[in-house]
């Protein structure tokens, strides 16, 4: 069996533009997972500033919920928020025995918790059908999870949706998501045949997320399932996807069957289920968030709150592992990328464009941050420029994600071309768009609209 390796990191969380009202106190509220023990990961340190106002034990997920909360900035308008960690984490091999695995008890906390219909694991006809048409003639909660695990790797595509697309029932009838998807339509037909399934959220120690599933086997535990990796190994594992998730992951093996009940290493994990329930106090309201990642903007809904302040706050994080990791002023030029996008959703145009130039220089390849500096620079009506960037998006290098990506490039492109009246050019850039199949965000119904009529402002 592999040997645990250790690992030092720090999650820093910046937050700035922080102008208070001049009638107002500024509030800021901030929600994280922090990563946690589990099969394959023990937290060896945790160590967190500033103070938070509390750390709420997630029961019985196994989650704790680190809260920041700070109200004044009068003389700041600047934040930094940070915990450091020590992690042993190591790879997860389970020798699972068929004959030795039990029935389910339906009367264990595991069973009463993690067969419900919640949120995005959603339990309704079309699942429940599918789900006994999957497992049909199959006693054994092993094999049945097994059939289900076959079925998903082998059918469902990626594709990365939308919110709304969002949901194990609709992306049943899609056969299409991505991570999170393949892991909600697992947990859901498992759910629905009577198996405790919950979805688990990592971060990648070399950068980006990623969702899994576990189910829950006597007298195993929890066992880990990853539809997704599966269905790419099926599909091509020489593809340029694939190998980066090999790079990613630490995979060592080929084999679509590893896994059902394995667990590569290189990994954070931050969530387990979802639908995470938080009350600070009994005054207070409840929040549900379907996904912390580790949370702040990485998470929905958001887990940022903000009240008192005359412009909309800035703010986003970052991993640092290694001997940078104490060191604010490379962490915040690190997450430039991630601070240029809160700049501009607040339309802080300028900004945005400057944070984005900067953190190209270090990775001159990464499409999604030409997209959105395409994206700065059409707001900033500097088109030529918007289809210099969207070309290089195009050309960069994405990942999993980047099929969307490319599609929004060439939706925007032909909205640049038409501005510039070229319409020949843009209609060629719609039809690309088209052609992609790519359905985030109304994507193909947007490209049709402006085939058929010229994009204005």
Same mark, same amino acid.
């Given at each position: 069996?592999?040997?645990?390796?250790?690992?030092?990191?720090?999650?820093?969380?910046?937050?700035?533009?922080?102008?208070?009202?001049?009638?107002?106190?500024?509030?800021?509220?901030?929600?994280?997972?922090?990563?946690?023990?589990?099969?394959?990961?023990?937290?060896?340190?945790?160590?967190?500033?500033?103070?938070?106002?509390?750390?709420?034990?997630?029961?019985?997920?196994?989650?704790?919920?680190?809260?920041?909360?700070?109200?004044?900035?009068?003389?700041?308008?600047?934040?930094?928020?940070?915990?450091?960690?020590?992690?042993?984490?190591?790879?997860?091999?389970?020798?699972?025995?068929?004959?030795?695995?039990?029935?389910?008890?339906?009367?264990?906390?595991?069973?009463?918790?993690?067969?419900?219909?919640?949120?995005?694991?959603?339990?309704?006809?079309?699942?429940?059908?599918?789900?006994?048409?999957?497992?049909? #003639?199959?006693?054994?909660?092993?094999?049945?999870?097994?059939?289900?695990?076959?079925?998903?790797?082998?059918?469902?595509?990626?594709?990365?949706?939308?919110?709304?697309?969002?949901?194990?029932?609709?992306?049943?009838?899609?056969?299409?998501?991505?991570?999170?998807?393949?892991?909600?339509?697992?947990?859901?037909?498992?759910?629905?045949?009577?198996?405790?399934?919950?979805?688990?959220?990592?971060?990648?120690?070399?950068?980006?997320?990623?969702?899994?599933?576990?189910?829950?086997?006597?007298?195993?535990?929890?066992?880990?399932?990853?539809?997704?990796?599966?269905?790419?190994?099926?599909?091509?594992?020489?593809?340029?996807?694939?190998?980066?998730?090999?790079?990613?992951?630490?995979?060592?093996?080929?084999?679509?069957?590893?896994?059902? #009940?394995?667990?590569?290493?290189?990994?954070?994990?931050?969530?387990?289920?979802?639908?995470?329930?938080?009350?600070?106090?009994?005054?207070?309201?409840?929040?549900?968030?379907?996904?912390?990642?580790?949370?702040?903007?990485?998470?929905?809904?958001?887990?940022?709150?903000?009240?008192?302040?005359?412009?909309?706050?800035?703010?986003?994080?970052?991993?640092?592992?290694?001997?940078?990791?104490?060191?604010?002023?490379?962490?915040?030029?690190?997450?430039?990328?991630?601070?240029?996008?809160?700049?501009?959703?607040?339309?802080?145009?300028?900004?945005?464009?400057?944070?984005?130039?900067?953190?190209?220089?270090?990775?001159?390849?990464?499409?999604?941050?030409?997209?959105?500096?395409?994206?700065?620079?059409?707001?900033?009506?500097?088109?030529?420029?918007?289809?210099?960037?969207?070309?290089?998006?195009?050309?960069?290098?994405?990942?999993?994600?980047?099929?969307?990506?490319?599609?929004?490039?060439?939706?925007?492109?032909?909205?640049?071309?038409?501005?510039?009246?070229?319409?020949?050019?843009?209609?060629?850039?719609?039809?690309?768009?088209?052609?992609?199949?790519?359905?985030?965000?109304?994507?193909?119904?947007?490209?049709?609209?402006?085939?058929?009529?010229?994009?204005?402002?």
């Amino acid at each position: 069996m592999e040997k645990s390796k250790t690992i030092n990191g720090r999650y820093w969380y910046f937050v700035d533009n922080l102008r208070e009202s001049a009638d107002s106190l500024g509030h800021l509220r901030l929600y994280f997972s922090l990563p946690m023990a589990h099969t394959g990961q023990k937290v060896l340190s945790l160590n967190i500033h500033p103070e938070p106002r509390v750390i709420v034990e997630d029961f019985p997920n196994g989650n704790r919920i680190l809260v920041w909360e700070k109200n004044g900035f009068k003389d700041s308008v600047s934040e930094a928020f940070y915990y450091d960690f020590e992690l042993a984490y190591k790879e997860v091999n389970l020798k699972i025995e068929l004959e030795k695995v039990l029935p389910v008890n339906t009367s264990s906390p595991e069973y009463l918790r993690y067969t419900i219909s919640e949120g995005w694991l959603d339990i309704d006809e079309n699942i429940r059908q599918k789900a006994a048409e999957i497992t049909a #003639g199959e006693t054994n909660p092993y094999l049945k999870a097994k059939k289900i695990f076959d079925w998903v790797s082998g059918t469902m595509s990626y594709e990365y949706p939308d919110v709304a697309s969002r949901g194990a029932s609709k992306s049943l009838l899609s056969l299409k998501g991505d991570c999170a998807e393949f892991s909600a339509v697992f947990v859901s037909l498992c759910r629905a045949s009577g198996i405790p399934a919950r979805p688990v959220t990592c971060n990648w120690i070399k950068g980006g997320g990623h969702q899994w599933a576990e189910v829950f086997l006597s007298p195993y535990g929890w066992v880990p399932v990853d539809p997704t990796i599966a269905n790419a190994f099926k599909l091509d594992p020489d593809c340029e996807r694939t190998k980066k998730i090999v790079d990613v992951a630490g995979i060592e093996t080929r084999d679509p069957e590893w896994f059902f #009940g394995n667990l590569y290493p290189d990994r954070v994990m931050v969530m387990l289920g979802e639908n995470i329930k938080v009350r600070l106090s009994g005054s207070e309201p409840e929040r549900v968030f379907y996904l912390l990642q580790p949370g702040g903007s990485v998470a929905y809904p958001s887990a940022a709150e903000f009240s008192g302040f005359s412009s909309a706050p800035i703010h986003g994080g970052i991993y640092v592992f290694g001997e940078n990791r104490a060191d604010e002023a490379y962490a915040r030029k690190m997450s430039q990328a991630e601070l240029a996008e809160s700049y501009y959703q607040a339309k802080m145009y300028d900004q945005a464009a400057a944070g984005l130039e900067i953190s190209l220089k270090d990775r001159p390849r990464a499409a999604y941050r030409w997209l959105l500096l395409g994206q700065v620079y059409m707001a900033q009506q500097k088109y030529q420029k918007a289809l210099t960037a969207l070309s290089s998006s195009i050309q960069g290098e994405g990942g999993s994600l980047k099929p969307v990506w490319d599609a929004r490039a060439h939706l925007y492109s032909g909205n640049c071309l038409d501005l510039l009246g070229k319409r020949d050019m843009a209609v060629h850039e719609y039809q690309l768009a088209l052609e992609s199949g790519v359905s985030f965000e109304n994507l193909q119904e947007r490209s049709k609209e402006f085939l058929a009529k010229p994009y204005k402002l």
